[in-house]
């Protein structure tokens, strides 16, 4: 099957508004700020003001306040929280303590303060007297393998945490290169981003001590894994721990950790036996939520003299920050595991160094490394086909896996499921086609149409593999159906709603399935108290593909369920009754029938029911995945760059996706439209840098840029359908893979509009600066 079909009647495939939509638009969502409880009060953190020092004296008798707790106050009551993602081959560090006397980058949490108000706590904040030793610094990963760097941990004698490869051995892929008629290298840098979402991090802790139970409302993608590092870094067991997560106001990854600063509020609400609330400041934001990427690759494309790719390989130099965050290398890991893309490589070898720097840890985002390989391996396939004096669709073309090599195992050990990316890159050369691109009428703007391809790794699993690789997560998820005796639905499952409409999706599978209005369909998530465990949560785009998995076969079985008890109290086979319009029937005889309601009802009175059949309509179905889902997308932007200004503008934007079977269509063209939107400040704007002494230099708005609604330009968007054939419904994940490629798409458009910079164009964002810069070097503010 190749374009997403029409599904009439079906609730699945249908365009349908999102359930949760109203609500939020009335202003009645409730997020962890609205949160109130009796006896509340409120949280300040304190945080270090310099990069790297040890703590001479901590002192807060001037402070006031109702409670300080410091460094050696948190240190001595709690465990250090682990990281999940521990690198294969060893990591010098897989854990984190909290209340350390020493710091290692600006924003890190020392203590933390509580008040009567916010405005409290921070004037108490202000009279506690900290000395710092300082320490020299490094904030870039570059210099942090020089020699005579700053060490951050100097009993280890380097700044490397970890070093390994990925795919081929070095020797491979030397032994590859050397055999190719013409290699490609390039140094290319993905800068560091700050995550963003709209709703910053936020705590609201309360403790029982009668109980002896902690609950907690955070602003998390993952509620139970909060909770199970949240028991063993206050010395809780689970049990007595609760996370409730509300409304989500976004997170991108940024929420999938559990951060020191969100236990030591939890612990001051142990220690004063009241509800604290603590809500992460903008500034905060900024310096202490995890950031992302900022990677080097020295990366390689080797061909044969017609354009035949032979081998990829990069050499990937990692900004951990000050210490391996939850997930460690594992962004820098899949940019090397999925490098070759959607292209046939006999050779591809990565060697990934993750490097500690005195910056904020960097950890999960949207793409997740992925949008690092596309970045690297589509801008070489563009030089690539500069070299060759090729069209670079054409040469994309010619390499790309075809849909009769399907599935396919990559050298870097990706287990390709299904899909046909020729046809994905072919019409959407059609689709820009069909949209001309508007005249030049000055001479000083240049235009161009830029192409990226990627396969994105969704639908996180199977736990075995997980472990393989050093995963500490299970890669299952469960899904609660539960039909009640008014013939009502109610969902639950161990992922998280944070925007992506995973509510609405999921009621449109139960509600096909058992053959109900979407409006009879309630979903629940983000209480662990309730809701099946789940230990990786929504990251990874597996919330539909993992978790919605689940839900598919519980339908299923549930539905299955209340046709074989309405046969019986019909008196007729199960095989020749069906569900029409709410109502039970004998096939051909539609004067017959009962009503979906009255099987519910009868069900749970455990009233004429088959012999062998249970009373109660409630199925729990756990789904391990067999294998990862590879969803796959292509991508082209064209643009317009003024030659005297700098200044590059989209003026077209072009996708084409495969994410499976297609559950909504207009919610995956929102993920991809706000994908790319993402995808396009990191083209163009966002940069999160340091300067002396590696004090953050950006840190709001005003001097972090990020897209706005006037930068991002309507999209023509096509959706092609290959099922995942290991996932019970057949669907792939979504999130990402409108980040993943875009980088690239916008970059090479503008070495097409201006190919006398194109082997400069390297690095992003491609800000009207540093395009000045190089158009400068370039000469061509001289010409006319």
């Known amino acids: 099957m190749t374009v997403a079909p029409e599904r009439p009647g079906s609730l699945v495939g249908a365009r349908v508004r999102r359930v949760n939509d109203p609500r939020l638009l009335r202003g009645e969502g409730r997020y962890v700020d609205d949160v109130h409880l009796a006896g509340m009060v409120h949280a300040t953190v304190l945080r270090s003001p310099v990069a790297h020092a040890d703590i001479r004296s901590f002192d807060a008798s001037e402070a006031g306040g109702l409670l300080v707790l410091g460094p050696d106050d948190v240190a001595v009551a709690t465990n250090p929280l682990r990281c999940v ?312 073309l010619v390499n790309m896996l075809r849909e009769d090599e399907l599935p396919h195992t990559t050298p870097t050990l990706q287990d390709y499921d299904s899909g046909d990316y020729v046809e994905g890159l072919s019409m959407l050369r059609d689709m820009v086609t069909k949209d001309a691109a508007p005249a030049d009428t000055n001479p000083r703007v240049r235009r161009g149409v830029g192409y990226a391809s990627q396969v994105e790794f969704t639908g996180l699993g199977p736990s075995p593999v997980q472990k393989i690789v050093g995963f500490h997560l299970g890669g299952f998820e469960t899904g609660v159906v539960r039909v009640d005796p008014d013939g009502s639905v109610v969902i639950s499952s161990g992922v998280m709603g944070m925007g992506q409409g995973i509510e609405t999706t999921l009621a449109q599978i139960a509600a096909e399935k058992l053959g109900v209005p979407l409006g009879k369909v309630r979903v629940a998530l983000g209480d662990t108290k309730v809701a099946p465990y789940s230990a990786s949560g929504s990251i990874a785009s597996r919330s539909m593909t993992v978790g919605g998995g689940a839900v598919t076969r519980a339908s299923i079985t549930l539905a299955q369920k209340m046709l074989r008890i309405a046969a019986h109290q019909m008196e007729a086979d199960a095989d020749d009754v069906e569900l029409v319009d709410g109502t039970f029937r004998v096939k051909g005889v539609p004067s017959s029938g009962i009503d979906f309601d009255s099987v519910a009802a009868s069900t749970w009175l455990g009233w004429d029911l088959p012999p062998g059949e249970e009373a109660g309509l409630e199925v729990k179905d756990m789904h391990e995945p067999s294998n990862i889902s590879y969803s796959y997308s292509s991508h082209a932007a064209a643009v317009a760059v003024d030659l005297d200004t700098g200044k590059v503008d989209i003026e077209g934007y072009w996708v084409t996706h495969d994410s499976g079977t297609v559950i909504n269509p207009m919610i995956v063209d929102g993920q991809v439209m706000g994908g790319v939107a993402q995808g396009i400040g990191i083209a163009l704007y966002e940069k999160m840098t340091y300067g002396e002494g590696a004090q953050p230099t950006t840190t709001s708005f005003l001097d972090y840029l990020v897209p706005l609604s006037a930068d991002v330009p309507d999209m023509g968007i096509g959706h092609t359908e290959h099922p995942a054939p290991h996932i019970p419904g057949g669907m792939k994940g979504a999130g990402e893979g409108g980040t993943i490629p875009a980088p690239a798409a916008v970059a090479n458009a503008v070495a097409a509009a201006v190919p006398e910079i194109a082997g400069q164009v390297l690095e992003t964002p491609l800000s009207p600066g540093r395009m000045w810069e190089m158009l400068h070097e370039a000469g061509l503010h001289e010409r006319p």
């Not at 108490?124 to 904030?139: K, N, Q, S």
């Not at 005579?148 to 490869?165: E, K, M, Q």
């Open 85 to 396: 993602w521990i690198a294969v081959g060893g990591q010098r560090q897989t854990q984190v303590p909290l209340g350390e006397r020493r710091v290692r980058y600006v924003g890190q949490p020392i203590g933390v303060v509580v008040a009567e108000s916010r405005a409290a706590a921070e004037d108490a904040a202000e009279m506690i007297d900290v000395d710092y030793d300082e320490l020299p610094t490094v904030a870039d990963q570059e210099s942090a393998l020089a020699e005579g760097a700053p060490l951050l941990h100097p009993d280890w004698g380097t700044n490397v945490a970890a070093d390994f490869r990925v795919g081929d051995d070095a020797e491979a892929v030397e032994a590859a290169m050397a055999g190719a008629a013409r290699v490609i290298e390039r140094r290319l840098v993905i800068p560091r981003i700050v995550p963003s979402p709209m709703e910053t991090r936020g705590v609201v802790a309360s403790w029982d001590a009668n109980l002896r139970e902690l609950t907690v409302w955070s602003s998390t993608q993952t509620p139970h894994h909060v909770r199970d590092h949240l028991a063993t870094a206050l010395r809780l067991s689970a049990d007595q721990v609760r996370v409730v997560a509300p409304d989500l106001g976004g997170g991108f990854g940024s929420k999938e950790h559990l951060y020191p600063d969100e236990v030591m509020v939890a612990l001051a609400s142990m220690r004063l036996g009241r509800p604290v609330k603590w809500i992460e400041d903008r500034v905060e934001h900024f310096t202490a939520t995890m950031h992302a990427r900022d990677a080097v690759h020295y990366a390689r494309l080797g061909m044969d003299q017609d354009g035949r790719f032979i081998a990829i390989s990069s050499d990937v130099i990692g900004n951990l920050g000050a210490h391996p965050s939850n997930v460690g290398t594992g962004p820098f890991r899949i940019s090397g595991s999925m490098l070759p893309g959607p292209y046939r490589f006999a050779t591809a070898g990565v060697r990934v160094r993750g490097v500690l720097t005195t910056t904020t840890p960097t950890g999960a985002y949207r793409g997740f490394g992925m949008q690092e390989a596309a970045w690297v391996r589509e801008r070489l396939v563009d030089e690539a086909a500069r070299d060759l004096g090729m069209d670079p669709v054409e040469l994309r």
